[in-house]
């Protein structure tokens, strides 16, 4: 087999590396369904209290500029982001799923980890049929905390510059 | 590394989780794959004889209501529904195609594993484009029989309220 | 934990299996990554130099027709293909983003690993919304090089019968 052909060294750093992206892709897989799930109380509790999450179309990240379609900078802002997708999205029913896709690692020799995903997100509104809301992908620095691994930044960068309705949410 | 901070214990146990997840995805992967390229009398064989197969939208699965797009209550059923959708998908030609993400590991002490993750599929009909027919989730049971893993139940749990036009083969 | 229940012998297959999945999952990450990116000048360096590319259609495919969308026989050809992407993209541009998921490593006890995986394709084009460009799957020879995985031969299957007018880009 292929796989064994590796010096002992690079196959130990190759498992640690297969460990971490298993821990991180279960972080990502629990983010979309709780969102999917509209848990929207329990969202907040994936981030540090120090965070960033930003929602951001790719044309505004590429040329750096600070426009956003969601922004906040600490886990209370997040907290008063999801009270307001809570109340907005009683009045206008969806169901929202997340397809988050090949995840890759960008660093993670120190305290924290960078990594970035594809993510896909449809929506299906009552009488209608499931439509795409956007594509895009995230840009994270993930820390350990307690055990576990939470967000201390997480962009979501979307391809589109049409702003989705249903940004209320997060995404 | 990070991945190298836990207790052997926990890293034991993750290592383990990992591998089962490993043997989960690769169920689901060749669920889709069968499924993708009609091989539909493959299809029973991903189950044990005495299992559930339902695909029910998301409303009557939230509120408990027993009305399903597809009820399979045997293998033996299952059979016949594969080969209705032979029959009938002959007639209209088009495509399936499944991507199944983001699965979860719910419970994996005991006898049977519970395991959800997301699907999208999408259609191509002949000088048609590619159209999303429906996403949604699985939630399964799934067992270890005679060295591989098979459904115990696998519900497919759809977001529209809409009976799509498609959903003669299985999900 | 059911996992357990493996002989050590099927067990350490397991667990080389499950690295060398980790390898291509990582491999298609990559790729996906590049063409997302646009950057074109990287792609050809997924590819060995006695290599082959193709993009075809299904139908063509089953019947081994030879009419492809795109082939490329060789390294050089592929860096052609990328050069015309490169000028033609500029007159027209969008963004396109990758969706591999269901890889499934069909072969790897010899010199050269086959696998497959679903790619769904998507495109945002200014002032519209995302929608589907093609859905489909990849059919890979992948060998090993230097310490790296690379496509010795990758094609890939898109299940419409329409061209995509996007497919000027490699997919």
């Known amino acids: 087999m292929l796989a064994e052909a590796q010096p002992p060294a690079a196959a130990a750093a190759t498992s640690s590396l297969q460990q971490l992206h ?20 329990e ?4 981030f540090v209290d120090d965070c960033l999450y930003r929602v951001v179309p790719r044309e505004n990240h590429l040329l750096g500029l600070p426009i956003a379609a969601i922004h906040c900078e600490s886990k209370g802002m997040i907290k008063d982001r999801v009270y307001a997708a809570r109340e907005s999205t009683m009045a206008e029913p969806r169901t929202l799923r ?19 995903a ?7 509104m009552i009488n209608r049929m499931t439509e795409i809301v956007l594509s895009g992908f995230y840009l994270d620095r993930i820390v350990r905390s307690d055990g576990r691994f939470l967000f201390k930044e997480r962009l979501c960068v979307y391809d589109s510059l049409l702003l989705p309705t249903s940004l209320i949410a997060p995404v």
Do not use: K
């Open 98 to 116: 997340h397809f988050i896709t090949n995840l890759r690692i960008l660093e993670a020799g120190g305290e924290e980890i960078r990594a970035e």
């Open 22 to 41: 298993f821990e991180i892709e279960r972080l990502n897989s629990d983010y979309a369904r709780i969102l999917d799930d509209e848990r929207f109380e």
């Open 43 to 46: 969202f907040p509790d994936l």
């Open 118 to 124: 594809n993510v896909l997100l449809v929506q299906t």
